[in-house]
């Protein structure tokens, strides 16, 4: 049972790691240019400091409120977080990044595009770690729970051996 404490906390761990590396990067998060990804003028309202566990990882990060500009003179009003703006961005205009999909936006500051791929394979390399620790946690709290020899006949039934031995 302390190894499958100690897995899932390893893969909080891991979350909240990959999300303070993620937070820290000042983009959007999206590799692809284009259509996508544009300059919009935001506006900067009243913030809230978030931390110093969150998830946005560890430190201190602000959510605050921004009126956006759209090129054809529409505005509309979002939050935008880890730290696109901050409490000296009150009344002041700014340049930041959106970058819509599917409905759903994320906002930034322009960034360099080669640091966003790197980002990106951090974080999915991150993902699978998470999900390798939080399986192995998974099997070990059953293993406790169903003690050695009941595990190890559910697994002969999860996983039956051919007559030559191999798995299969």
Request: glycine share 16%; proline share 4%; charged share 20%.
């Amino acid at each position: 049972m302390i190894v499958s404490i100690l897995l899932m906390m390893a893969a909080v761990g891991t979350f909240l790691l990959l999300s303070t590396l993620v937070s820290l990067y000042p983009g959007t998060g999206t590799v692809v240019r284009g259509p996508g990804d544009r300059a919009v003028q935001a506006t900067g309202g009243a913030c809230a400091r978030v931390g110093p566990i969150s998830g946005y990882g560890f430190g201190y990060w602000w959510d605050c409120d921004a009126t956006l500009r759209d090129g054809d003179g529409g505005t509309r009003v979002v939050r935008v977080g880890p730290s696109v703006l901050s409490p000296d961005d009150l009344g002041r205009t700014v340049e930041i990044r959106e970058s819509c999909r599917d409905g759903d936006c994320e906002y930034g500051r322009a960034a360099n595009q080669w640091l966003e791929g790197l980002l990106l394979a951090v974080g999915k390399l991150g993902w699978f770690l998470m999900v390798i620790l939080g399986g192995s946690a998974v099997v070990a709290v059953v293993r406790a729970v169903l003690g050695a020899p009941r595990y190890l006949r559910l697994h002969g039934r999860l996983f039956p051996r051919k007559a030559d031995g191999s798995a299969g």
